[in-house]
T-cell receptor, first 115, second 114 residues
Framework: AQTVTQSQPEMSVQEAETVTLSCTYD???????LFWYKQPPSRQMILVIR??????QNATENRFSVNFQKAAKSFSLKISDSQLGDAAMYFC????????????FGAGTILRVKS | NAGVTQTPKFQVLKTGQSMTLQCAQD?????MSWYRQDPGMGLRLIHY???????DQGEVPNGYNVSRSTTEDFPLRLLSAAPSQTSVYFC?????????????FGPGTRLTVL
């Protein structure tokens, strides 16, 4: 079974600076999908960014980008120009192609933004 | 569109009681799922459905039942609540549940079992 590991329980960043959240996963598959979700204090889960494993180009969405290292099975999230509204729990998630109906989540990283 | 709605938002049960968490979506999504969120464990899949009349187990199905009689609704039943089922429950839906398909989440239900 696939597993997703987020090794940083908590991170802090100064407003306007850049922070990187780590995610590693364990799989024997060659094709799969990766996601980052944000959960602010409101508890609402929001998709931040997604990456297809067959695409070598790293996904970007405005201030959010990923560093996808397939060989290392690493999928980190970079947040540039951090804003107070970025403070949230961030979850990394994996979806198999073969077992595509199941989304596997990591334990999450709490991001605190200091003003 | 209301998106994914869940009721109730909060619930307190006594051990042994039963209840149903409601979930509905108005986006005509085929795929619906239930997760529980516990501290330090992320979200874990309980049950999912790929269409009306079709359900399957996820990672932590014990103690929970589901059914899918319509495309819109996917209720989660706790048959005999236990303190270990104290958690935050999320319902989610997507078009197919596969590939890069985005899952849309409801606002969650915080359940406490005494």
């Amino acid at each position: 079974a696939q597993t997703v590991t987020q090794s940083q329980p908590e991170m802090s960043v100064q407003e306007a600076e850049t922070v990187t959240l780590s995610c590693t996963y364990d799989t024997s598959e060659s094709d799969y999908y990766l996601f980052w979700y944000k959960q602010p204090p409101s508890r609402q889960m929001i998709l931040v960014i997604r990456q297809e494993a067959y695409k070598q180009q790293n996904a970007t969405e405005n201030r959010f980008s990923v560093n996808f290292q397939k060989a290392a099975k690493s999928f980190s999230l970079k947040i540039s120009d951090s804003q107070l509204g970025d403070a949230a729990m961030y979850f990394c998630a994996y979806r198999s192609v073969e077992y595509g109906n199941k989304l596997v989540f990591g334990a999450g990283t709490i991001l605190r933004v200091k003003s | 569109n209301a998106g994914v709605t869940q009721t109730p938002k909060f619930q307190v049960l006594k051990t042994g009681q039963s209840m149903t968490l409601q979930c509905a979506q108005d986006m005509n999504h085929e795929y619906m799922s239930w997760y529980r969120q516990d501290p330090g464990m992320g979200l874990r899949l309980i049950h999912y459905s790929v269409g009306a009349g079709i359900t399957d187990q996820g990672e932590v199905p014990n103690g929970y039942n589901v059914s899918r009689s319509t495309t819109e609704d996917f209720p989660l039943r706790l048959l005999s609540a236990a303190p270990s089922q104290t958690s935050v429950y999320f319902c989610a839906s997507s078009y197919t549940g596969r590939g890069s398909d985005e899952q849309f989440f409801g606002p969650g239900t915080r359940l406490t079992v005494l």
